[in-house]
C-alpha cells in the first residue's frame, strides 16, 4: 500500500462528509436550549479543536457563554455542578474511557448530555441524552480528518435546529461543500516545501480559525513529529512574539470574516518585521466565499490536511500510523 493512503483517501472524503453532515435535519431541538444557562464542550485532541469551532458559533448565534471543560473533572475527580447546562461531548471513536466517564458524571450532576460521535452504538452515545451522527464511515488512519470536519458539520446542523435564523447559512454551506472540486491553493507546494525546511511552526487564527490553528497544529505533530503551536493573532503579540526573531514558519488561517481582518493584519505585520515568515490561507484561495465561520474553518481544514500529508511522506514518515499512536487513545 503507497505511503499514507488511507489518510490521502479520507482526506479526499472530507468535504462529501460535510455537505452531509450540515445537510441533516434535526426536528424537534428548537427548545433545547430553554431554561439552560450554558454550553459546556467535552473533548479532547482534534475533538477539542472541532469543539474550539463551534463554541464561537455557538456563542454568536445563541448568546450563551460556551467554554471547555476538562474531562478529568468528572474521570478524576467528583465532578460541579451543571444544573441547566448542556454538555456537548465530542468524540469520533466515542469510546474513550474518561469521556464516558465525563458524560455520565454531567448527566448526573444535572446536564443535558449531547454527543457528536462517529461510531454508532459507541460507550458515549449510549450516555447521552441526544446523539448526532457525523455519519463519515470508517476512519482507518490514525489521525482523523474527516470525521474533525464531519464534527464540524454536525454542530453546525445542531445549531441550525437551535436557532432557525442560522439554518438557511449551514444548508448554503453544505452545497458549497457539496460543489467543491478538488481542494487544492496555489501556495500549496511552496507552503509544504516550507514546512520542510522548518523546525518550529505557529499556526495562527482568531474566532472559528483559532481551533483550526489547534487542528492543524496538532497535525504537524502526530504526522510530521514538527514543533507547532497554535496561537490566536491576538495572544501572539504578548511574549510568544519574541520567537519569531529565531528561525520560524508561521501559518495563519484566515477564516475571511471581516471582524478578525485587523488583528489578524496587525499580527502578520508585527511577525513579519520581528523576521518571521508568514503564510496566509483563506477560503478564497480555493475559490470559495460566503461561508458561516465555523464553514470557513472546516474549510481550511480540507485545504491544509493535504499538505500536512504530503510534508510527512516527504519526510518518510507513514501519516496513516504515527510510532507512538493508536486510534483510541484511553486517559484517566
Keep these: 500500500m503507497t505511503l499514507g493512503a488511507l489518510m490521502a483517501a479520507e482526506v479526499a472524503q472530507a468535504p462529501g462528509v460535510f455537505a452531509r453532515a450540515a445537510a441533516a435535519k434535526h426536528p424537534g431541538l428548537a427548545g ?7 454550553i459546556y464542550t467535552i473533548a479532547r485532541g482534534s475533538s477539542d479543536a472541532a469543539a474550539n469551532i463551534l463554541s464561537y458559533e455557538f456563542m454568536r448565534e445563541t448568546g450563551l457563554p460556551v467554554t471547555s471543560l476538562p474531562p478529568s473533572v468528572f474521570s478524576l475527580g467528583a465532578g460541579v455542578d451543571m444544573t441547566g447546562a448542556v454538555a456537548l461531548v465530542i468524540s ?9 466517564r465525563a458524560a455520565r458524571g454531567a448527566r448526573a450532576r444535572g446536564a443535558m448530555v449531547v454527543a457528536i460521535t462517529n ?25 482523523a480528518t474527516k470525521s474533525v470536519v464531519g464534527s464540524i458539520a454536525a454542530g453546525m446542523a445542531l445549531l441550525g435546529a437551535l436557532a432557525p435564523a442560522y439554518a438557511p447559512r449551514v444548508h448554503a454551506d453544505s452545497a458549497r461543500f457539496a460543489a467543491l472540486p478538488a481542494v487544492r491553493f496555489g501556495q500549496q507546494r511552496e507552503l509544504a516545501a516550507a514546512l520542510l525546511r522548518s523546525n518550529h511552526v505557529y499556526v495562527i487564527g482568531r474566532d472559528t ?6 487542528e492543524i497544529a496538532l497535525k504537524l505533530k502526530e504526522t510530521c513529529a ?7 493573532s491576538s495572544e501572539v503579540l504578548h511574549g510568544p ?17 471581516a471582524h478578525i481582518q485587523d488583528s489578524l493584519d496587525t499580527a502578520q505585520m508585527r511577525l513579519n518585521a520581528a523576521g518571521g515568515r508568514v503564510w496566509r490561507v483563506r477560503p478564497a484561495d480555493l475559490g470559495v466565499t460566503d461561508l458561516t465561520p465555523a464553514g470557513a474553518a472546516a474549510l481550511l481544514l480540507t485545504a491544509l490536511y493535504p499538505v500536512v500529508w504530503e510534508v510527512a511522506v516527504a519526510l518518510h514518515l507513514d501519516p496513516d500510523a504515527p510510532a507512538t499512536l493508536s486510534k483510541v487513545t484511553q486517559t484517566r
Design 32 to 38: 433545547l436550549l430553554a431554561g439552560r444557562r450554558a
Design 92 to 100: 469520533q471513536s466515542g469510546a474513550s474511557d474518561d469521556l464516558v
Design 241 to 257: 512574539l519574541q520567537l519569531a526573531t529565531q528561525q520560524l514558519t508561521i501559518l495563519m488561517l484566515d477564516t475571511g470574516a
Design 119 to 143: 461510531a454508532p452504538g459507541s460507550p458515549v452515545a449510549g450516555v447521552a441524552d441526544l446523539t448526532l451522527p457525523i455519519d463519515a464511515g470508517p476512519e482507518r488512519a490514525v489521525p
Design 209 to 214: 480559525g483559532f481551533g483550526a490553528a489547534h
Design 226 to 232: 514538527l514543533h507547532a503551536e497554535a496561537y490566536s
